[in-house]
C-alpha cells in the first residue's frame, strides 16, 4: 500500500488534510511514545479528544 508518508512524517502531517470538525475520539496511548505526539496533533485540530489516562490524572489530582 502506497502513500505520502515516510518514516520522517508526524501525526501532524498525517491529520493535515483530515477535517476533523465535530469529531470525537478517545487516544488511549497519550501517555507515552507515539500516542503523545497523536494528542499532541488532534488537541491542535477541531477533534474533541479524550485521553483516560489524563482523565485519571485530572481525578487523582482534584480527589480530596
Same mark, same amino acid.
Given at each position: 500500500? *502506497?502513500?505520502?508518508? $515516510?518514516?520522517?512524517? #508526524? =501525526?501532524?502531517?498525517?491529520? %493535515?488534510?483530515?477535517?476533523?470538525?465535530?469529531?470525537?475520539?478517545?487516544?488511549?496511548? *497519550?501517555?507515552?511514545? $507515539?500516542?503523545?505526539? #497523536? =494528542?499532541?496533533?488532534?488537541? %491542535?485540530?477541531?477533534?474533541?479528544?479524550?485521553?483516560?489516562?489524563?482523565?485519571?490524572?485530572?481525578?487523582?489530582?482534584?480527589?480530596?
Amino acid at each position: 500500500m *502506497a502513500t505520502p508518508f $515516510t518514516a520522517s512524517s #508526524t =501525526a501532524v502531517d498525517v491529520i %493535515a488534510d483530515v477535517n476533523l470538525t465535530d469529531r470525537a475520539m478517545t487516544d488511549t496511548g *497519550a501517555s507515552s511514545g $507515539t500516542g503523545v505526539e #497523536t =494528542a499532541r496533533a488532534l488537541a %491542535a485540530s477541531e477533534v474533541t479528544s479524550l485521553s483516560p489516562s489524563a482523565i485519571r490524572q485530572r481525578s487523582l489530582r482534584d480527589s480530596p
